[in-house]
C-alpha cells in the first residue's frame, strides 16, 4: 500500500473517530491521512487497561511505520488511559480528546452539565482530574454510555436500540437540570440527530472535534498544497460500515495488519 508522505495518522477503537477526522479535513484539506479503525476490538471501554494500552502500541507502531509525522488517538478512552504512555514512548507528537468539561462550563445556564461516556473514560485519571480542574461550583451528572458503541459499530445509528438507550440515559439527566451535555466519546457525536430528536431543544451537545481539530493544524508544521490530500481508511472490522463513515472518494480497504 503505497500512500502519500507526510502524512497524520488517525486511530479509535472503531468508525468514531472519523468526527475527529473530518473536522480536522475541513482545516486541512490537502494533508494527507491515514484513519486506523480498530472495530474487532471494540468497544475500548470494556478493555482490560493492559490489553487497552497494548491495543494504541499497535496502532502507533503501525501509523509509524507507514510514515506518519503526527497521531491523533481519536478515541477518548485511548487518551484518557494510554496518551501519556504513548508520548514517554515513542517520539512523535499526539494529540488526543478528552471530555470537553472546561468548555461546557462556559455554555451551561443551570450550572449542571451532563457526561456521557465509556467507562472506561469515566473511571480514568485523567477525566477525574479534569473534573477536579474545571468542575468546581458545577453539579456534574455522569453517565456511562453501555451500548452505544456497539450500535454504531454496526452502522446502525438510528435503529430502535439506540433510542432506547438514550432515552434510558439521558432522561434521567434532564430530570436532573442537565442544560448541557459533554459526549464523552468520539462516536457519540453520530447520535446528536436522534438526541436532538428525542429532547428537541433540551440540550446544548458539546462536541469536541472543532477544538481538536485546530489543535492539529497548530501541531502540524509542513506547507500545505491547493490540491486534495490522500486519505486512506483501514479497518479490521466490516468494511461496509466503515465506508459508510469515510468521506466520498477516499480508499476504504479491510485489513489485519493491525
Same mark, same amino acid.
Given at each position: 500500500?503505497?500512500?502519500?508522505?507526510?502524512?497524520?495518522?488517525?486511530?479509535?477503537?472503531?468508525?468514531?473517530?472519523?468526527?475527529?477526522?473530518?473536522?480536522?479535513?475541513?482545516?486541512?484539506?490537502? #494533508?494527507?491521512?491515514?484513519?486506523?479503525?480498530?472495530?474487532?476490538?471494540?468497544?475500548?471501554?470494556?478493555?482490560?487497561?493492559?490489553?487497552?494500552?497494548? +491495543?494504541? &502500541?499497535?496502532?502507533?507502531?503501525?501509523?509509524?511505520?507507514?510514515?506518519?509525522?503526527?497521531?491523533? #488517538?481519536?478515541?477518548?478512552?485511548?487518551? *484518557?488511559?494510554?496518551?501519556?504512555?504513548? +508520548?514517554?514512548?515513542?517520539?512523535?507528537?499526539?494529540?488526543?480528546?478528552? =471530555?470537553?468539561?472546561? =468548555?461546557?462550563?462556559?455554555?451551561?445556564?443551570?450550572? @449542571?452539565?451532563?457526561?456521557?461516556? *465509556?467507562?472506561?473514560?469515566?473511571?480514568?485519571?485523567?477525566?477525574?482530574?479534569?473534573?477536579?480542574?474545571?468542575?468546581?461550583?458545577? *453539579?456534574?451528572?455522569?453517565?456511562?454510555?453501555?451500548?452505544? @458503541? &456497539?450500535?454504531?459499530?454496526?452502522?446502525?445509528?438510528?435503529?430502535?436500540?439506540?433510542?432506547?438507550?438514550?432515552?434510558?440515559?439521558?432522561? =434521567?439527566?434532564?430530570?436532573?437540570? #442537565?442544560?448541557?451535555?459533554?459526549?464523552?466519546?468520539?462516536?457519540?457525536?453520530?447520535?446528536?440527530?436522534?438526541?436532538?430528536?428525542?429532547?428537541?431543544?433540551?440540550?446544548?451537545?458539546?462536541?469536541?472535534?472543532?477544538? $481538536?481539530?485546530?489543535?492539529?493544524?497548530?501541531?502540524?508544521?509542513? =506547507? *500545505?498544497?491547493?490540491?486534495?490530500?490522500?486519505?486512506?481508511?483501514?479497518?479490521?472490522?466490516?468494511?461496509? $460500515?466503515?465506508?459508510?463513515?469515510?468521506? &466520498?472518494?477516499?480508499? $476504504? +480497504?479491510?485489513?489485519?495488519?493491525?
Amino acid at each position: 500500500m503505497e500512500i502519500s508522505r507526510p502524512l497524520i495518522g488517525f486511530f479509535d477503537s472503531g468508525v468514531g473517530g472519523t468526527s475527529i477526522w473530518h473536522a480536522a479535513h475541513q482545516l486541512l484539506p490537502s #494533508v494527507h491521512s491515514l484513519y486506523l479503525a480498530d472495530s474487532a476490538h471494540a468497544p475500548y471501554g470494556l478493555l482490560p487497561l493492559e490489553a487497552l494500552v497494548h +491495543r494504541t &502500541e499497535v496502532l502507533t507502531e503501525y501509523l509509524l511505520s507507514q510514515g506518519a509525522e503526527l497521531i491523533v #488517538v481519536a478515541c477518548n478512552t485511548a487518551t *484518557t488511559n494510554a496518551i501519556a504512555h504513548l +508520548r514517554a514512548r515513542y517520539p512523535v507528537s499526539f494529540v488526543g480528546i478528552e =471530555p470537553a468539561i472546561k =468548555p461546557a462550563t462556559l455554555h451551561t445556564q443551570s450550572q @449542571v452539565i451532563g457526561v456521557l461516556a *465509556t467507562r472506561g473514560t469515566i473511571s480514568s485519571g485523567l477525566f477525574h482530574s479534569r473534573i477536579q480542574a474545571f468542575g468546581s461550583g458545577y *453539579t456534574l451528572v455522569i453517565q456511562h454510555g453501555d451500548g452505544l @458503541v &456497539e450500535e454504531i459499530e454496526q452502522g446502525r445509528l438510528m435503529g430502535e436500540q439506540v433510542r432506547v438507550l438514550l432515552s434510558q440515559y439521558l432522561s =434521567p439527566m434532564l430530570a436532573q437540570g #442537565v442544560d448541557t451535555l459533554v459526549l464523552g466519546c468520539t462516536h457519540y457525536p453520530f447520535l446528536t440527530p436522534v438526541i436532538e430528536s428525542l429532547f428537541p431543544g433540551a440540550f446544548q451537545i458539546i462536541d469536541p472535534s472543532d477544538a $481538536v481539530a485546530r489543535q492539529i493544524t497548530h501541531l502540524w508544521h509542513h =506547507p *500545505t498544497a491547493e490540491q486534495a490530500g490522500q486519505a486512506v481508511f483501514l479497518t479490521n472490522g466490516s468494511l461496509e $460500515v466503515m465506508r459508510g463513515f469515510a468521506p &466520498e472518494g477516499a480508499e $476504504v +480497504r479491510q485489513t489485519k495488519d493491525f
